[in-house]
């Protein structure tokens, strides 16, 4: 069944039914919703207080502080995005995605199905998220910057521990699938982590590194020249 709050701003009619729009979030022109979204979603703490009421829908509508999704976005199916997040324009989302509050998510900006957004994060323009990425609080990934499938960042070097340090990764750096990048450390500009890549230190722009622990291993020339013969050996 759809609900949708008398306090929410809908501009878009792309809303199917079986969707969840909550407190005074806003969703501008040509958005698409697809079924069983949920936007606005309360946080944890005011998601306690709902325990016995029979009128749940109602209370978290109550509870929550919105969100605003721009115009242009795809959400598909059983997407839930919390409240105080900021959702840019020609954003989309794959299938069964979680983002956590105090997000802000840059222009179009593709999050893959499976991805986990752990709240206070900022993602910016043009970033490609792939299939089932898990991106904890505090980390800052800046525009154009590509994170392959499967990719782990982490906040936390002696888990669980009361110290969470976040991961910033550079302007167009490039992330390859199963990397896994350790608590604190930062990726520079246009960087490329091969993948596999476990990443324990900081990484300079404009370099290549793989492995377990990950190494330098060359420039990010090199790299784009192997990418540009790789393409013309296909194209031939």
């Not at 900006?109 to 089932?132: E, F, L, P």
């Not at 990726?187 to 990443?199: D, T, Y």
């Not at 324990?200 to 990950?214: F, L, W």
């Amino acid at each position: 069944m759809k609900f949708i709050s008398p306090k929410a701003r809908v501009r878009s009619k792309s809303i199917n039914d079986d969707v969840m729009i909550l407190g005074p979030s806003m969703i501008d022109e040509n958005t698409i919703v697809e079924p069983f979204v949920i936007i606005g979603h309360p946080i944890r703490s005011k998601l306690l207080r709902t325990k016995g009421n029979p009128n749940v829908e109602r209370l978290m509508d109550e509870l929550s502080e919105g969100s605003m999704i721009g115009k242009d976005c795809i959400i598909r199916s059983n997407v839930t995005i919390y409240e105080k997040d900021e959702i840019g324009d020609n954003v989309e989302f794959g299938h069964n995605v979680l983002v956590r509050e105090n997000t802000k998510i840059g222009n179009g900006t593709r999050v893959g199905t499976g991805v986990v957004i752990d709240g206070d994060t900022i993602i910016g323009n043009n970033v490609s998220i792939q299939s089932m990425v898990y991106i904890p609080r505090g980390t800052i990934i800046e525009d154009n910057v590509f994170l392959g499938p499967n990719v782990v960042i982490t906040n936390d070097k002696y888990p669980p521990s009361k110290r969470l340090d976040g991961v910033r990764i550079r302007r167009g750096a490039v992330i390859g699938a199963n990397s896994t990048l350790i608590a604190g450390i930062e990726i520079g500009e246009n960087a490329v982590i091969a993948a596999g890549s476990v990443v324990t230190r900081n990484v300079p722009s404009g370099k290549v590194v793989a492995g377990v622990p990950a190494r330098p291993i060359y420039d990010v020339d090199i790299f784009i020249k192997k990418r540009i013969e790789y393409e013309k050996s296909h194209t031939s």
